[in-house]
């Protein structure tokens, strides 16, 4: 369709889920793709999914220096960007009473301390226009027990989005936020709980969903291709939730 024919993208954790989804989905509106990712497998596989075209690199999101390796590199390969989506994140759940500082420092470090820096060390090669899209989750939003790291970092994005937006606007920027309700992806797998575990969890999210299933992964990429073009050009520091009326309902 083209709805982002001549942009540049960068998509962080692209590698699996809605970060691969959105890729696919990029690409086929027609925009330069690159993706980020941990672990050389997904990375090489995710790769070689998209095509050749697309940019694969190596970064951990939730280390500073490491933001402003990846801003020099989508400097050299495409000059500037256009579009930013931040989807790298990390989830780990559990009892306030059960928490370890590490967890806590890694969890903040991933999903908003290294997204903060990401954005400062691209800041000279976003174009006029450019869309910043963050991926929350609707657990900044519900309460929802054994999450207060994860909902936190969450919200702290929310915030960072209409922040960003306040800064940057006057350059063309803008950024937005997608808050999913549980979506099926790999991101319950490795959490490290046993399979029957797992099963409870994901029995006890869809019976807390008015439409009774998971989301999937081509959902939130759609929101993403939307946020993205231009046909949101007048969508400003707002977040759009999408979790089958989970939060609302």
């Known amino acids: 369709m083209g709805r982002l024919n001549g942009k540049r993208a960068l998509i962080t954790g692209g590698t699996t889920g809605i970060g691969l ?9 027609g925009a330069r793709v690159a993706i980020t990712g941990t672990n050389p497998a997904t990375l090489e596989a995710a790769r070689a999914a998209l095509g050749s075209g697309v940019l694969a690199i190596p970064s ?38 059960q928490l370890d500082e590490a967890t ?13 820096f990401l954005v400062k060390a691209l800041l000279p090669l976003l174009a006029d226009p450019t869309s910043i899209i963050l991926n929350g989750s609707i ?9 207060s790291v994860y909902a936190a970092t969450k919200a702290g994005l929310i915030s960072l989005a209409r922040s960003l937006s306040g800064e940057l606007i006057s350059r063309g920027i803008r950024a937005n936020v997608i808050s999913p309700g549980p979506i099926a992806t790999p ?6 709980f046993p399979e029957d575990v797992l099963k409870s ?10 439409v009774k299933r998971f989301g999937e992964p081509s959902e939130i990429a759609t929101a993403a291709v939307f946020l993205a073009s231009d046909e949101s050009r007048f969508t400003v520091g707002s ?11």
């Not at 989804?21 to 509106?29: G, I, N, R, S």
């Not at 806590?104 to 903060?116: E, I, Q, T």
């Not at 969890?201 to 008015?210: G, V």
């Not at 759009?240 to 989970?246: A, E, F, Q, T």
């Open 21 to 29: 989804e959105t890729a696919k989905q990029f690409l086929a509106e």
């Open 60 to 97: 951990d999101a939730g280390d500073i220096a490491a933001q402003a390796a990846l801003g020099s590199k989508i400097g050299e390969a495409f000059g500037g960007l256009d579009i930013l989506f931040v989807n790298a994140g990390i989830a780990s759940f559990g009892p306030i009473d």
């Open 104 to 116: 806590y420092d890694r969890m903040f470090a991933v999903n908003l301390k290294g997204p903060m």
């Open 139 to 147: 657990n900044a939003r519900i309460g929802m027990p054994n999450t």
């Open 187 to 192: 991101i319950f797998g490795k959490m490290g």
């Open 201 to 210: 969890m994901a029995a006890s999210f869809q019976a807390q969903i008015p």
């Open 239 to 249: 977040e759009l939730v999408i979790d089958g009326g989970m939060s609302n309902l």
